[in-house]
Nanobody, 121 residues
Framework: QVQLVESGGGLVQPGGSLRLSCAASGFTFSSYAMSWYRQAPGKERELVASIRGGGITHYADSVKGRFTISRDNTKNTVYLQMNSLKPEDMAVYYC???????????????WGQGTQVTVSS
């Protein structure tokens, strides 16, 4: 079955960097659009970045120029490099897989368990 396992979260000071990883299994990874979402306490989950099977990327305005999504189809892994982190980036970050790219959550999406990112001095 589909499995998505995130790693790389943690505590970082404002201005710092983290790289999240999501290891995928159970489906044809290279054919799927992969995304990172995040959910802060008291807020709705929001789309952060997506990368299509062919490599086209999309970003939320709030992270453009600071975050980079990438994928390694040989390792079935998607990454989120986060630079210049701000306190407002603090959230649980979730990996998402969908057969066809859509900038919205869909009932058939697959999700990881989430990884906490804390940005604090």
């Amino acid at each position: 079955q589909v499995q998505l396992v995130e790693s790389g979260g943690g505590l970082v000071q404002p201005g710092g960097s983290l790289r999240l990883s999501c290891a995928a299994s159970g489906f044809t990874f290279s054919s799927y659009a992969m995304s990172w979402y995040r959910q802060a306490p008291g807020k709705e989950r929001e789309l952060v970045a997506s990368i299509r099977g062919g490599g086209i990327t999309h970003y939320a305005d709030s992270v453009k120029g600071r975050f980079t999504i990438s994928r390694d189809n040989t390792k079935n892994t998607v990454y989120l490099q986060m630079n210049s982190l701000k306190p407002e980036d603090m959230a649980v970050y979730y990996c998402n897989a969908k057969r066809f790219y859509r900038p919205v959550e869909r009932p058939g999406d697959s999700w990881g368990q989430g990884t906490q990112v804390t940005v604090s001095s």
